[in-house]
């Protein structure tokens, strides 16, 4: 999604039981067979983006639900019922990263007032029916990644109504409500990228250290 030395990406839709390293063997001991498979597969990913950066694969544990890192990257991995991905950024370079997959087709419009503000969803009405199941699963999938992103930052929780996004063209900004607090994170320097392929939609957050005013432009 990026092209940047200090920062690297890996997709794959091959889930397989790929190798753990021991400290992961460890922790998912536990796991049913398809968690099993996610986890494997999305630990593959986070290897490849390590070793895309230069940098010799090490594992990815876990506090709760939480990756940790190798020290010195910061990275994201998720995965939908086709598609895994992680990506990996110099800690140096970046202060966090976000990702998340959803395929669009989960989204029907039960679960839209659940997602969406009422900002968001006056927004949907104004467009042609059949791009708001696409719009959906985009505010959902960028506010999981923006989630995943703020989290290690500014340890608050955050709901689905929490966050409004509007997206502008080739613009995508992210508000948050006034109820919520989070120290330490100027949205004006959060950057978001985002690309449907195959039927799901790939959101990513992130924020780099020394970043411009214009940060908040989406590469397409």
Same mark, same amino acid.
């Given at each position: 999604?990026?092209?940047?030395? /200090? ?5 794959? $839709? @091959?889930? $397989? ?7 992961? #063997? ?11 498979? /996610?986890? $494997? ?27 940790? &890192? ?36 989960? !989204?029907?419009? $039960?679960? &839209? #007032? ?10 949907? =009405? ?6 708001? =199941? #696409?719009?959906?699963?985009?505010? !959902? ?18 709901? !689905?109504? /929490?966050?409004?996004? =509007? ?11 006034? @109820? ?7 949205? +004006?320097?959060? @950057? ?9 939609? +790939?959101?990513?957050? !992130? &924020? ?5 005013? @214009?940060?908040?432009? +989406?590469? =397409?």
């Amino acid at each position: 999604m990026l092209e940047l030395s /200090d920062f690297a990406s890996f997709f794959t $839709s @091959e889930k $397989s039981m790929y190798p753990l390293l021991d400290k992961e #063997n460890d922790y998912a001991v536990a796991f049913g067979t398809q968690r099993m498979l /996610d986890f $494997s597969t999305g630990r593959y990913c986070a290897r490849n983006a390590m070793e895309a950066l230069g940098i010799s694969p090490q594992a990815v544990l876990m506090d709760g639900r939480l990756p940790i &890192w190798p020290e010195g990257i910061v990275g994201s991995i998720s995965h939908s019922r086709k598609l895994c991905g992680a990506v990996a950024a110099r800690l140096d370079c970046y202060y966090s990263v976000g990702l998340d997959i959803e395929e669009v087709s989960r !989204f029907s419009p $039960s679960l &839209w #007032n659940s997602i969406c503000t009422d900002a968001e969803l006056a927004e949907l =009405q104004q467009m042609q029916p059949e791009f708001r =199941q #696409n719009r959906v699963a985009l505010l !959902f999938a960028m506010k999981e990644a923006f989630y995943k992103f703020q989290f290690p930052i500014t340890t608050q929780y955050l709901g !689905f109504k /929490d966050v409004t996004i =509007q997206v502008e063209s080739e613009r995508c900004i992210l508000s948050v409500s006034h @109820e919520k607090h989070l120290p330490g994170l100027p949205l +004006i320097e959060v @950057e978001t990228n985002h690309k449907l392929v195959d039927g799901s939609i +790939i959101c990513l957050v !992130f &924020w780099r250290r020394n970043s411009v005013p @214009e940060a908040m432009k +989406i590469a =397409q």
